[in-house]
């Protein structure tokens, strides 16, 4: 099951490199959300970047709003 993973071409979710391979295995570091990546450390930042995302869009929000209610 894990060589036909390998051979459909799976790729880290963050930096699309291959994932790693360990005995003939594929040994991905899968994350909770069950992507896919090269080790903790993709995952790490790959969550660390939709987080970021998220924190932005909630800022600019926050800041509609405060300029609406001042108006
Ligand atoms: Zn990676």
């Known amino acids: 099951m894990n060589i036909a993973v390998a051979q459909s071409g799976f790729v880290c979710a ?3 490199k291959p994932l790693p ?12 959300a069950g992507q896919f990546f ?3 450390f993709c995952a790490d930042d790959a969550e660390e970047a939709s987080f970021q995302r998220h924190l932005r869009g909630a800022g600019s ?4 709003k405060v ?5």
Do not use: L, T, Y
């Not at 929000?61 to 509609?64: C, E, Q, S």
């Open 14 to 16: 963050f930096c699309r």
């Open 21 to 32: 391979i360990v005995d003939g295995r594929i040994q991905p570091w899968r994350s909770p």
């Open 61 to 64: 929000a926050a800041k509609f």
């Open 67 to 71: 300029e609406v209610s001042q108006a």
């Open 38 to 40: 090269c080790n903790e």
